[in-house]
């Protein structure tokens, strides 16, 4: 059997997001704005393999000066662009981010991000993958829609564990019965699922109840669901066991909150592939995303996230 030393495949977005400069504003009194390079399994794939894992990413992106510093900024934490394509077809996707201490308001302009192909994902990358990790931003649009779920069926065929974040936003993806029938689809292969409260109202209604959720992903055969509740922590379902509720890491303040779900996702996923108890697990993801969230934009460049870890 082919040996599996890579520990995360990404596929999905990597775009660029330009966070608002003054605080606490919605985007139409926001004065002006700082780049950072964004994209949910982008944000995932730089994380962990600042925490040492193996990484690879597979994304599209422009022929173009932001498609060339996202480039940079993953070469900095050696993440090869191998399979990331650059097109003349179409410029770098861009979203407009308001700063925020809640979920961040934000106006996205798509373009390359959803131009990822299957020849990007050759057998011979999931034959030697142990997570295959997406978002519902990724598999929003076609052909990276296709792409995935074929892909996905294929990595499961080849015993890789999946991953999906529910990052559900009608912005993105506006036919929500289509929505949920790719979600339905993915979730056969038995995902470790991962949805905040923000997800759940725009996919469900806001008022659906925690043990809905639960109930509607363990019957599509999901085995562990976690359910991040912002200030409230996390509340993580594993079928057939008991709840598993934890609060979250007090911080003295919050500058930024984008980016701090794939934070806590990125240490869930570090954590689950060093085997520790899911418990473990979610104390190392809610301290990745305290750290994040008491930073603006990406988790700082002049730290050892791994060692801020252990010092928990």
């Known amino acids: 059997m082919t040996n599996k030393n ?20 919605l985007i139409d009194e926001v004065r002006d ?19 040492g894992l193996q990484t690879k990413l597979v994304a599209s992106i422009g022929n173009d000066g932001l498609g060339s510093y996202i480039l940079k900024r993953l070469s900095e934490i050696n993440i090869n662009n191998e ?6 077809e179409s ?21 390359a991000d ?24 990724a598999l929003s649009k076609n052909p990276a829609q296709e792409t995935i779920i074929n892909k996905a069926k294929e990595a499961y065929k080849l015993g890789c564990r999946l991953s999906i974040d529910i990052n559900y936003s009608e912005k993105i993806w506006s036919n929500k019965a289509n929505a949920l029938e790719i979600i339905k689809k993915y979730c056969s292969y038995n995902p470790l699922v991962k949805i905040s409260e923000d ?16 109930t509607f992903f363990h019957e599509l055969g999901v085995d562990i669901v976690c359910l991040t509740l912002g200030k409230n922590g996390v509340k993580l379902s ?5 709840l598993i509720l934890m609060p979250a890491i007090k911080i003295n303040k919050v500058m930024d909150a984008t980016g701090a779900g794939d934070a806590f996702w990125s240490g869930f996923l570090f954590a689950y ?9 979610l104390h190392i993801a809610l301290n990745l995303a305290a750290l994040k969230l008491q930073n603006v934009g990406r988790l700082p460049n002049n730290i050892n996230i791994l060692s801020e870890l252990l010092k928990q």
């Open 6 to 25: 890579i520990d995360i495949l990404c596929v999905g977005e990597a775009l660029i997001d330009f966070i608002g400069h003054q605080d606490s504003v």
């Open 273 to 281: 592939l060093k085997e520790h108890s899911i418990k473990d697990c």
């Open 238 to 242: 594993q079928k057939n066991k008991e």
């Open 114 to 137: 959803f131009l990822i192909t299957e020849d990007q994902i050759p057998s011979d990358l999931l034959q030697k993958t142990k997570i295959f990790h997406t978002t519902c931003f």
């Open 91 to 111: 410029p770098t996707s861009v979203i407009f981010v308001s700063r925020s201490k809640e979920t961040p308001d934000f106006i996205p302009y798509r373009s």
């Open 33 to 51: 704005y700082h780049r950072h390079l964004g994209g949910s399994p982008t944000n995932v794939a730089m994380n962990t393999a600042r925490l």
């Open 199 to 214: 997800d759940v109202a725009r996919l469900f209604g806001k008022h659906t109840l925690h043990d809905e959720i639960f």
């Open 83 to 88: 399979y990331i394509k650059q097109t003349l």
